[in-house]
């Protein structure tokens, strides 16, 4: 297992998938022409199951399908949202509709989520995909928080069949797993028990969360604190039975608000249960900028950075008590 | 049961395989006629004379060669060939896209016999390219064949998974192209023109042979030089075909694809034979 130094999430799991690979003939590896340097180890140790079908991800959907059906437990690796956006219809009919009837294993990688491509502007950064991938039954949607997680993710992936999408930061974040590891069956780790609003975060959003927990703490406000890595099969019964025990919930995730993504997910799980509670969906305003800054400054000013987040979140308080 | 002896009454069997894919329409009048006539010898070819391997008590044999039908659409004239080769009960016909029926308006994976999903045109080359790069890895001696329509190809991603079998050296790959030049609004060449279909294929890596597509002996010819050459190229047959073809009025319509031909027409060309 990787160990606790920070690294980068996709250089924790391919470390995975190149031992995996020396251990198992059947895990195939396909990139749309997209690396990293632990990738050209696997493309010189394993130049058979490794393919790069270049800059086409249309391609890089089919031939992914046309391995699983022929066996192979398939990577198939790409910056996140053209490994999405620009092949949805494949991923969908190749993948989603075509493993209920076809049992296969492809995971998609997805590097790039949010803003993690800082300086790259719009088409690089990532803020559709959760609802997205989510919106096709059957598949599996992942979106960790640290590398340790991310490495974890590998025996999921290669152990449950049907279609997968990891949502990878492109950043190296700070690590959250150093002494236990994450509950991949409950798919969600308290990281933080309080009294008062539960926050429920996902990917880099996380740290976020701790952040404004940790300011809402010195005047004496002490949330929840909760890392959702699983955005498709998390264990319903357990948040819902979580949530419940708090007056309000604040969901943040580095994607489009009111669009259908995490904030949906716990309105829909809540009012589901007949349990709903008041909740403050933190997410990027829905609106594409091309202005150019660093990750803290973009989030602050689409509202998702830490001082945004905490003035939003005593607001959202002081308007309930 | 593997069924791989050629059957030398192609042309007799092409014959009634037409004649059932009328009476499939005659029961089912939403299926596309038109683009189910064009293809019959083709698939007549492939799966009567002995080119593919295949076990109809057990579809997904590993031993079998793939076969993928990427124009779901305009495939129904396999709906009677499957049923006559003992992939389901001959009395299935009787109730396509009927309530509780697999055999639907488009056919889907759920039907013994189809590989994949391809009610959505332009997916069958891609996937095949995958099964076809799979089966080399795995050592296996098995084909994989693709039958596409001519407009279909006008799907970015068939060009994508074109370059790739061709950089990829699938040797074990055929792609068969009914060309019946017609789409659902006019003729392929006026709405967006492949050009010459085999030069275009061949300038990209591909060994490319083209063929009367309704001559059901030539199609079978060509498909065995194709199949038994393995020299690095992926490998494609261009079929000439008439969309519609044998239905008076239906034949080369540029709006065949739309065209509901009245049931008398049909019954009066059921009774008389294919002109």
């Known amino acids: 297992m990787s160990g606790t130094k920070p690294m980068a999430m996709r250089d924790a799991l391919l470390e995975r998938i190149w031992r995996g690979m020396a251990a198992d003939e059947r895990i195939f590896f396909v990139t749309a022409d997209f690396g990293a340097p632990t990738l050209d180890r696997i493309r010189s140790d394993f130049p058979k199951r490794f393919v790069n079908v270049g800059i086409a991800e249309q391609n890089l959907i089919n031939v992914s399908a046309g391995l699983a059906l022929e066996g192979f ?27 209920t009837v076809r049992p296969m294993n492809v995971t998609l990688v997805g590097v790039g989520a949010g803003y993690s491509y800082v300086v790259s502007g719009p088409t690089h950064q990532c803020y559709e995909d959760i609802t997205l991938m989510r919106a096709m039954p059957g598949f599996q949607v992942f979106s960790p928080a640290d590398h340790v997680t991310a490495s974890h993710l590998f025996d999921r992936c290669v152990g449950r069949k049907g279609p997968k999408y990891l949502r990878f930061d492109a950043q190296t974040l700070p690590v959250l797993y150093g002494e236990r ?12 028990d309080g009294t008062d609003a539960c926050l429920v975060a996902t990917g880099y959003m996380v740290h976020t969360a701790l952040k404004v927990a940790e300011r809402l703490e010195e005047d004496g406000i002490r949330p929840a604190v909760l890392d959702l890595f699983d955005l498709s099969g998390f264990d319903q019964e357990a948040l819902a039975a979580k949530l419940a025990g708090h007056r309000a919930v604040v969901s943040l995730e580095e994607a489009f608000s009111g669009r259908g993504g995490v904030d ?17 969906g933190v997410g990027v305003e829905p609106a594409y900028h091309f202005e150019l800054g660093d990750r803290a400054t973009l989030h602050e000013r689409v509202g998702i950075g830490p001082v945004s987040v905490e003035a939003r979140v005593r607001a959202f308080l002081r308007r309930l008590s | 049961m593997e069924n791989s002896g050629v059957n030398a009454d192609l042309r007799a069997i092409a014959d009634r395989v037409w004649r059932q894919t009328l009476e499939v329409y005659l029961r089912a009048p939403e299926v596309r006629l038109a683009s189910s006539l064009s293809p019959i010898e083709i698939f007549v070819a492939l799966y009567y004379g002995g080119l593919l391997r295949f076990d109809p008590q057990n579809p997904a044999w590993e031993e079998r060669d793939r076969c993928i039908i990427s124009k779901g659409h305009g495939s129904i004239c396999m709906y009677p060939i499957l049923a006559d080769l003992g992939y389901f009960p001959a009395a299935e016909l009787e109730r396509v896209c009927k309530a509780g029926s697999f055999l639907g308006g488009i056919p889907d994976p759920v039907i013994p016999g189809y590989e994949t999903v391809n009610g959505s045109l332009g997916h ?3 996937v095949a390219g995958g099964m076809a790069l799979g089966l080399k890895v795995k050592g296996g001696a098995q084909d994989v064949f693709v039958v596409t329509g001519d407009g279909e190809l006008h799907e970015g991603a068939n060009w994508e998974a074109i370059m790739f079998a061709a950089q990829n050296r699938l040797d074990n790959m055929h792609l068969i192209v009914d060309d019946n030049q017609i789409c659902m609004l006019g003729f392929t060449n006026e709405i967006n023109s492949l050009g010459v279909l085999s030069q275009r294929l061949a300038s990209f890596g591909w060994n490319c042979l083209e063929v009367d597509g309704h001559d059901v002996m030539a199609v079978h010819q060509a498909l065995w030089s194709l199949k038994n050459t393995r020299d690095g190229r992926p490998k494609a047959l261009v079929a000439r075909t008439v969309k519609g073809r044998g239905v008076p009025g239906l034949e080369n319509a540029p709006m065949s694809h739309v065209m509901s031909p009245k049931a008398e027409i049909i019954e009066a060309l059921l009774r008389e034979g294919r002109p």
Do not use: H, W
């Open chain 1, 73 to 99: 437990t398939v990577f198939a690796y790409a910056i996140a949202p053209f490994i999405t956006m620009r092949c949805y219809e494949q991923c969908r009919t190749n993948l989603a509709l075509l493993s």
């Open chain 1, 181 to 192: 590891a994450p509950d991949l069956e409950r798919g969600f780790t308290v990281l933080k």
């Open chain 1, 264 to 280: 949906a997910l716990l309105r829909d799980l809540l009012s589901r249960r007949g349990t709903e509670r008041p909740i403050l």
């Open chain 2, 124 to 126: 069958g080359l891609g």
